[in-house]
């Protein structure tokens, strides 16, 4: 099955920045890569869906990038605000076939003003 | 987009009992995923909830300790057997928008086993 690494540092930065995130993953390359959002007490919620022949895909301050040569995927917020502090996970295809997905570790994001 | 409710929302319960989650979906689904997330930790699949049929159960997960009923296309439960405090985590069921393959998340159900 795959693995997923995320770095389980928060990452601070300040309001307006660009806050970028890492996934990297070990084994088959998947057929997309999505990204959620999860807030304390609350279940994730679907971001962005980016498919493995797709190099990048933007979603509003969004933006998510696809390198299946590197085996990873980042993940950007651009012009960050304090409402985007959260933990995000990326996730993938559990198994090379079958729809179920494994999620990584997540990162918490915190966006000081 | 799928409304996903659970119930409880949180349990306190004691060692050796068992507690079952509820969940309710606003529509008809073929699919529902359900998922443990300890504290501090990811997501991990613990079954898939199919209507008509046993659940399917990812490794390091039993029937006996975990299981599930599907009784129509908009309801599941998931029952945690025989509970222990490292049973103590959040489960979360979801469901699958199979053009996009997201899933749609519960507000999740938190368990303290004492």
């Known amino acids: 099955s795959q693995k997923i690494e995320q770095n389980s540092e928060a990452l601070n930065i300040q309001e307006g920045k660009t806050a970028t995130l890492t996934c990297n993953y070990t084994n088959y390359s998947p057929a997309y890569l999505q990204w959620y959002r999860q807030d304390p007490g609350r279940g994730p919620v679907f971001l962005l869906l980016i498919r493995e022949n797709e190099k990048e895909k933007r979603k509003e301050r969004l933006k998510v990038t696809f390198d299946t040569t590197l085996k990873q995927s980042l993940f950007h917020i651009t012009a960050s605000q304090p409402a985007d502090s959260a933990t995000y996970l990326c996730?993938?295809?559990?198994?090379?076939?079958?729809?179920?997905?494994?999620f990584g570790g997540g990162t918490r994001v915190l966006v000081k003003p | 987009s799928a409304v996903i409710s659970q119930k409880p929302s949180r349990d306190i319960c004691q060692r050796g009992t068992s507690l079952t989650i509820q969940c309710q979906v606003d529509s008809q689904v073929t699919m529902m995923f359900w998922y443990r997330q300890q504290p501090g930790q990811s997501l991990t699949l613990i079954a898939t909830a199919n209507q008509g049929s046993e659940a399917t159960y990812e490794s390091g997960f039993v029937i006996d300790k975990f299981p599930i009923s599907r009784p129509n296309l908009t309801f599941s439960t998931l029952t945690v057997s025989n509970m222990s405090p490292e049973d103590s985590s959040i489960y979360l069921c979801?469901?699958?928008?199979?053009?996009?393959?997201?899933?749609?998340f519960g507000p999740g159900t938190r368990l303290t086993v004492l």
């Open positions: 996730a993938l295809p559990l198994r090379a076939a079958g729809n179920k997905l494994t």
């Open positions: 979801s469901v699958e928008r199979t053009v996009y393959n997201e899933q749609f």
